[in-house]
């Protein structure tokens, strides 16, 4: 089975900040890497998909990339209504979420 | 507009068998490989299975391989997932997800449910 790391697994940042998340898959997953996007309560909402593409309606402050193991998620300019939990998840072996990364607003 | 609604969950003793249900409207559930992804209070998301457009592939996490069982009934646009010999360790809010392809091999779920919760307690 394909096992997932992120880090961090939580942190605290300023409006406007810049906020970058990591994943690294335990082997080669080529491009197959989507993140999502929980707010408490919430189902999950797919914001990247194939490492890379936006999603169809998801604002241009995130992006994604990397490719093989090694994945960046990053929120050029953090706002209020970011604060969540942005899970990696794998797609090139069956399915696999990473631990999650907590985003909170110092 | 799309809709996936779960029930079927509730609270359950060890040992015992539930079975959740997935009613899908707004979108062609017949093309469509369906997804149960389950969440422990507090904790992060976990896949748990998968079936294909026609029902011919099935696939499951480890955590749950040869108690659960991931059905479909196309002519109802309805998805199953029956849970026996259940853990307290099950206890979870689980979602139906459609996935959608892309890429070729690569898989995203744009559309969720609401959840339902599950609660194995004796």
């Known amino acids: 089975d394909i096992q997932m790391t992120q880090s961090p697994s939580s942190l605290s940042a300023s409006v406007g900040d810049r906020v970058t998340i990591t994943c690294q898959a335990s082997q080669d997953i080529r491009n197959y890497l989507n993140w999502y996007q929980q707010k408490p309560g919430k189902a999950p909402k797919v914001l990247i998909y194939d490492a890379s593409n936006l999603e169809t309606g998801v604002p241009s402050r995130f992006s994604g990339s990397g490719s093989g193991t090694d994945f960046t998620f990053t929120i050029s300019s953090l706002q209020p209504e970011d604060v969540a939990t942005y899970y990696c998840?794998?797609?090139?072996?069956?399915?696999?979420f990473g631990p999650g990364t907590k985003v909170d607003i110092k | 507009q799309v809709q996936l609604v779960e029930s079927g969950g509730g609270v359950v003793q060890p040992g015992r068998s539930l079975r959740l249900s997935c009613a899908v409207s707004g979108l062609t559930f017949s093309n469509s490989d369906m997804n149960w992804v389950r969440q422990a209070p507090g904790k992060g998301l976990e896949w748990v299975a998968v079936?294909?457009?026609?029902?011919?592939?099935?696939y499951y996490a480890d955590s749950v391989r040869g108690r659960f069982t991931i059905s479909r009934d196309n002519s109802k646009n309805t998805l199953y997932l029956h849970m026996d010999s259940l853990r307290t360790a099950d206890t979870a809010v689980y979602y139906c997800?459609?996935?959608?392809?892309?890429?070729?091999?690569?898989?995203?779920?744009?559309?969720w449910g609401q959840g339902t919760q599950v609660t194995v307690s004796s």
């Open positions: 079936i294909s457009y026609d029902g011919s592939d099935k």
């Open positions: 998840q794998q797609c090139g072996y069956l399915l696999t």
């Open positions: 997800a459609k996935g959608e392809r892309y890429n070729g091999s690569g898989k995203k779920f744009k559309y």
